[in-house]
């Protein structure tokens, strides 16, 4: 089971690019890289996910290095909107996924 | 596509009640987690399901919690007896289970026991 050590918090302001990374030295052969944003009173939702290289959609990019051993989440030019709780998570998918502490996010005007 | 669902959004009950949580996965999917999540603690995997079977519950607090998943589109979570430091916000996500699959959460049930 992998565990993932992320920064407890960070902050930014509007318009810059956020870089999180996230540790994972357990990682396993099946196992992905999911990145979940968290909102106050609201469920995790999928933001991200990748296996190896890098990955981008209309949101953010994922860097994964050839080790697999950390990753890093790069939301670019940041609003208020975009304060929240980011988790990342590891698994294959079927079997226990477990959340660690996550990042909390602020962005300031 | 309706996502997962929970019932009740919302409850306080006194200490000593039974609770019971529901939830109705994605339809298709075959893997159901609970979680439940604190100031304190964070979000804590309770138990999953794969294909209905109880995986592993060894999140699971103590045996005031039981969880069921009679079926593939239904699934309970229980405290009995219910205590004042149960008191939190329990998820309830489905999954298809397979490799690279996300996990789809529900909006949560918000227990206040009292």
């Known amino acids: 089971l992998a565990k993932t050590t992320q920064p407890i918090s960070m902050d930014s302001y509007e318009g810059q690019e956020v870089n999180i990374t996230c540790s994972h030295n357990n990682i396993a052969t099946n196992d992905y890289i999911t990145w979940y944003q968290q909102f106050p009173s609201q469920g995790p939702r999928f933001i991200i996910q990748?296996?190896?290289t890098k990955v981008t959609n209309e949101v953010a990019s994922l860097f994964i290095p050839a080790d697999r051993k950390s990753s890093t989440l790069s939301l670019p030019r940041v609003s208020l909107s975009d304060t929240a709780v980011y988790y990342c998570l590891v698994g294959d998918g079927n079997n226990d996924m477990r959340f660690g502490a996550g990042t909390r996010l602020t962005v300031k005007p | 596509d309706a996502g997962v669902i929970q019932s009740p959004r919302h409850e306080v009950t006194e200490m000593g009640q039974e609770v019971t949580l529901r939830c109705k996965p994605i339809s298709g999917h075959n893997s159901l987690f609970w979680y439940r999540q604190t100031m304190m603690r964070g979000l804590e995997l309770l138990i999953y399901?794969?294909?209905?079977?109880?995986?592993?519950d060894s999140g699971m607090p103590e045996d005031r919690f039981s969880a069921k998943m009679p079926n593939a589109s239904f699934s309970t979570l229980k405290i009995q007896p219910s205590e004042p430091r149960d008191s939190a916000v329990y998820f309830c996500?489905?999954?298809?289970?397979?490799?690279?699959?996300?996990?789809?959460f529900g909006e949560g049930s918000w227990l206040t026991v009292v």
């Open positions: 399901f794969n294909n209905n079977v109880p995986i592993d």
């Open positions: 990748g296996y190896k």
């Open positions: 996500a489905s999954t298809l289970g397979q490799r690279g699959n996300t996990i789809y």
